[in-house]
């Protein structure tokens, strides 16, 4: 495998020279490629190959937004990285339909790890070009909601805000209902209800919160178009949902656990709702072929985690949900999901 290409782009040189410093010390194999105008960047993009580009939103001759913008264009198999300083909400949520990813100043070590293992991740997959072409430019998908962005903010910190990321959901009544119905679901195994929004928070935690945003996001775009197969796929995930939750109970799972494999089931099927997704941006002049859903749909699934910088265990879990629950490690979410799928697929032996 050939080594990967970053390109970082920001007109503070000493920021540029600092992150090619800290990629090169943690990946000497790297290659690496910075620059401080996005004017003379533009005009290498074409030649260039990056497996990764990372720009500033604000530069002295140019937009990083654009520059993620063209990069969709030309490399739609690129990861795609904006960075920004904490304060700057407004221009980040127009970037979110450009970039994979916000990587928020000051940034640490563990940030530049998480791109360098999403590349690892991708690379692993081994997502045939139109498949990385398809996820890269995220055509007909949906764009992520401003509340995973300020999510994703709060997870950078020692001390997540819940109340701003409350405010946030407040302003959003409907997505306010969906996600009191969520804390109060059976599924995730609370014993008493509530209708208090931090307290629901606080049960669900902030990673399964984005992850079920994601799933509504997602979901919501298919509803629109109102397919019947949307429906059934919806139905899977929830029946999937279900019978995890039943195991989780047997098995004394921890919270974490659980929610894990809750999530993994609700995103299960994830791929073949971006295949639908697919057709459905389409004319759809061509009858739906089930077999075009399900084609190759874990590895589309997990590697859209990856590229929003989800859970990659979750990741982990839908790539190999239909694998030997014996060849998988005890109590990871692939073993657990996959325990599922061996449960059900007996059941329906039996029948």
């Known amino acids: 495998m050939l080594p990967f290409h ?21 990946y000497p194999e790297c290659r690496i490629s910075g620059f401080t105008s996005a004017e003379i960047l533009q005009h290498q993009l074409m030649n260039l190959q990056p497996d990764a580009l990372i720009a500033d939103l604000k530069l002295q001759d140019g937009d990083g937004r654009e520059l993620l913008q063209q990069m969709a264009t030309l490399h739609p198999h690129s990861i795609r990285v904006l960075m920004s300083g904490i304060s700057e909400q407004a221009p980040l949520l127009d970037a979110l339909q450009y970039c994979h990813r916000i990587l928020i100043k000051p940034f640490n070590q563990s940030d530049l790890e998480s791109i360098y293992d999403c590349l690892q991740h991708l690379s692993s997959l081994q997502l045939e070009h139109s498949e990385r072409r398809l996820l890269g430019q995220l055509t007909g998908l949906p764009n992520r909601p401003e509340i995973m962005l300020s999510i994703t903010r709060a997870l950078a910190e020692e001390t997540p805000d819940l109340q701003t990321i409350a405010d946030k959901i407040l302003e959003d009544p409907a997505l306010l209902t969906r996600i009191l119905t969520w804390a109060n ?3 995730f195994g609370f014993q008493s209800s509530t209708e208090d929004l931090k307290t ?9 919160l984005n992850h079920l945003i994601m799933m509504l996001s997602v979901r919501q775009q298919l509803m629109a178009y109102n397919h019947p197969v949307a429906n059934q796929l919806i139905e899977e995930a929830q029946a999937l949902a279900h019978h995890s939750s039943q195991m989780c109970s047997e098995m004394a799972l921890s919270p974490r656990q659980r929610n894990q494999v809750i999530i993994a089931a609700l995103l299960h099927n994830l791929g073949k709702q971006i295949r639908l997704l697919e057709y459905l941006h389409t004319d759809q002049t061509a009858p739906l072929n089930p077999e075009f859903l399900s084609q190759r749909h874990v590895h589309l699934g997990a590697g859209l985690l990856l590229l929003w910088d989800m859970d990659q265990e ?4 839908i790539l190999r949900q239909y694998q030997d629950p014996q060849e998988t490690k005890t109590f990871h979410p692939a073993y657990l999901l996959q325990r599922v799928h061996q449960k059900i697929s007996h059941q329906e032996v039996c029948l």
């Open 200 to 208: 629901a928070l606080m049960r669900l935690g902030l990673d399964t």
């Open 314 to 317: 979750i990741a982990e879990a």
């Open 185 to 187: 679901s059976p599924i």
């Open 6 to 26: 970053l390109v970082i782009c920001d007109d503070e040189e000493a920021i540029v020279h600092s992150l090619q410093r800290q990629f090169r010390r943690l």
